[in-house]
């Protein structure tokens, strides 16, 4: 049995210049509208992005472009990620892991973080560990892991990646980066914010960690 931590990674865009093409290409896709394409520079989207989004309130423009993201969670919080509907999502299958052969070294748990300022971290290791007991006998006497996951908690580690669109993106991190978010999904939606705001110039500048989100969803989307 391991215990790790949430993690996160924003695979796509790789860096602030792929999130800088990214605005140029919904830039080129916009202007289609108005057959203004020709109008178009290396430096316009400087000006055509807060006139036409983030002024004008044509937020549709930004699901031309995605972005990908990869967490490494328990698997509560993947209850509530998959939750946001526009997203495509490929998840680490409990039916088909076997997960003697795939984590020798013991299961990975990411235990609820509030059972780590209640103090609790002994009784939730000592309950991980009947879990996976429980899990590798089952294996052992031969049943298949899609029944022998059923007795594995919510603390069980999974890996998801996690494509959509930047419109969709900037509605979950509205609700998901406010003080009502759970503890564990804003273990990695607030560094997953921070990244977006440093990749993605603009389109994300406005919210703000930790907003009540009743004021968060008075953003426009």
Request: charge should be neutral; include cysteine.
């Amino acid at each position: 049995m391991k215990i790790i931590q949430s993690t996160v990674e924003l695979l796509r865009p790789e860096n602030e210049a792929a999130g800088v093409e990214a605005l140029r290409f919904i830039e080129r896709l916009a202007r289609i509208s108005h057959r203004s394409e020709d109008k178009q520079t290396l430096a316009s989207w400087e000006r055509f992005i807060p006139a036409v989004v983030l002024q004008h309130g044509d937020w549709s423009v930004v699901e031309h472009a995605t972005a990908t993201a990869l967490f490494r969670v328990n698997r509560g919080v993947t209850h509530e990620l998959v939750r946001h509907r526009l997203f495509s999502y490929t998840q680490e299958s409990t039916r088909f892991v076997n997960g003697r052969k795939s984590y020798p070294e013991g299961l990975e748990f990411i235990p609820p973080a509030e059972w780590k300022n209640k103090g609790q971290e002994g009784v939730a290791n000592g309950t991980y560990k009947v879990c996976e007991d429980a899990y590798l006998n089952l294996l052992d006497m031969g049943f298949r892991p899609q029944e022998a996951r059923a007795v594995l908690p919510n603390a069980l580690a999974s890996t998801i990646a996690v494509t959509g669109n930047l419109r969709a993106w900037r509605h979950l991190l509205i609700m998901r980066t406010t003080r009502e978010t759970h503890p564990d999904f804003k273990q990695v939606t607030l560094p997953l914010l921070w990244e977006f705001q440093a990749r993605v110039p603009l389109l994300f500048d406005d919210i703000s960690p930790d907003a009540r989100q009743a004021d968060n969803l008075r953003l426009p989307q």
